[in-house]
Every structure is written in structure tokens, then in C-alpha cells.
T-cell receptor, first 113, second 115 residues
Framework: SAVISQKPSRDICQRGTSLTIQCQVDSQVTMMFWYRQQPGQSLTLIAT?????????ESGFVIDKFPISRPNLTFSTLTVSNMSPEDSSIYLC??????????FGPGTRLTVT | DQQVKQNSPSLSVQEGRISILNCDYT??????FLWYKKYPAEGPTFLISISSIKDKNEDGRFTVFLNKSAKHLSLHIVPSQPGDSAVYFC??????????????FGQGTTLQVKP
């Protein structure tokens, strides 16, 4: 498994502002992922962040709205830009090691007012 | 298009009995399946997985069964314990995907185990 931390754990933000979420892993990993879980919904992959390359975004998600950084093999950030109430969700980072299992951070609960 | 479906939003069982959580999928290209457990205010925790070349995988109290012809998998928890009360997600990975890390999740089933 992996020890993954996220900051902040929760935040309440005003619409139109941006929030950067940090994800720290206790060891080096190649693949990191960012997911969103909207209230009462499933987990949806936003993007895959591999170190040394641009993040790959899933359909419906764009870099201008969710810019991602991956400066090294243990850290990544996701920014939620120009927020609206529809962005209220839990944002989760995850990592994949040698097999297909992914290990998740505790999540960041975002509320946009 | 919901490719992974968990049609039961909730399940309640008595402590010591068997819990059976079900998951259906529509994409025959899925080749790996996983179950996660999620407590409130925590991230999902990996429980157990199964490759499409198998029909059963067991780990302690947890067993996952895969029926490829029916595109159905189930998670059995025996015996159920109150600490098993959580939301359970099934997830699937697509073979030959350009993104081998991508997991597609079901909507989740809330399991309540009553003492």
C-alpha cells in the first residue's frame, strides 16, 4: 500500500475563486490520479498525472479548469479554478504501484458557496 | 453511460451473517475488477481484486466472484462484522486501454451490519 496525505482536508470557498489541493505520497510512484466524487455519486477520474509529462485529462475535464502539477515522484497538486457551486465535491488523489490496485488519499471536501 | 452499475444503494445484514454486494458491468473489454470500502471522511480503501481469467478470489472473510458470461461480480463478506459498515464500490479496468491506470467505478452500496 502507500501512505498518502492531502491538504487541505476540507475548505469552503466563494464562487469565482480557486483552490489548490496538494497530494503527498510517502514513496516514489510513477502514476498519480485525481478523482472527483460529487455528492451521492461515484468516483470519476479527472486526470492522470505522470511525472515528466503533461497530465492526461478525461472527457469533460479541461486543463484550464483543473490545472495539475507533478513536479516530482512523490507530489502533485490539483487546482480547481474559477469555482462554482457545481464544483462542490470530494477530490481524491490516488497512486498505482506495481499492479492495478490504486491507493487513495483521504480526500479534500470542497464546498463552494 | 454507466458502464459499472451497483443497483442496490443499500444493504442491511445482521452481524455474523453473510453480506453479498453485487455489481454489473456492460463493457466486455474490462479485464480486471476491484472492490473498495469507504468510511465517511476517508478515502476508499482497496479490499480485493480479481482478474478476468479467474472466477473467484478469496482473502480472509472477503471473496469476490466473477461471472463473465453474465457480466456480473459479487463480493461476499463472511461473517459480517459491525466494522464492515461502510460504502462499497466496485471498479473495473479496461484491457488495452491507452490509460492502464484508469478505473471506472460503480455508484456504491452502503452496507450496514447490525450488532
Amino acid at each position: 500500500s502507500a501512505v498518502i496525505s492531502q491538504k487541505p482536508s476540507r475548505d469552503i470557498c466563494q464562487r469565482g475563486t480557486s483552490l489548490t489541493i496538494q497530494c503527498q505520497v510517502d514513496s516514489q510512484v510513477t502514476m498519480m490520479f485525481w478523482y472527483r466524487q460529487q455528492p451521492g455519486q461515484s468516483l470519476t477520474l479527472i486526470a492522470t498525472a505522470n511525472q515528466g509529462s503533461e497530465a492526461t485529462y478525461e472527457s469533460g475535464f479541461v486543463i484550464d479548469k483543473f490545472p495539475i502539477s507533478r513536479p516530482n515522484l512523490t507530489f502533485s497538486t490539483l487546482t480547481v479554478s474559477n469555482m462554482s457551486p457545481e464544483d462542490s465535491s470530494i477530490y481524491l488523489c490516488s497512486v498505482r504501484r506495481s499492479t492495478y490496485e490504486q491507493y487513495f488519499g483521504p480526500g479534500t471536501r470542497l464546498t463552494v458557496t | 453511460d454507466q458502464q459499472v452499475k451497483q443497483n442496490s444503494p443499500s444493504l442491511s445484514v445482521q452481524e455474523g451473517r453473510i453480506s453479498i454486494l453485487n455489481c454489473d458491468y456492460t463493457n466486455s473489454m474490462f479485464d480486471y475488477f476491484l472492490w473498495y470500502k469507504k468510511y465517511p471522511a476517508e478515502g476508499p480503501t482497496f479490499l480485493i481484486s480479481i482478474s478476468s481469467i479467474k472466477d473467484k478470489n478469496e482473502d480472509g472473510r472477503f471473496t469476490v466472484f466473477l461471472n463473465k458470461s453474465a457480466k456480473h461480480l459479487s463480493l461476499h463478506i463472511v461473517p459480517s462484522q459491525p466494522g464492515d459498515s461502510a460504502v462499497y464500490f466496485c471498479a473495473a479496468k479496461k484491457a488495452l486501454s491507452s490509460n492502464t491506470g484508469k478505473l471506472i467505478f460503480g455508484q456504491g452500496t452502503t452496507l450496514q451490519v447490525k450488532p
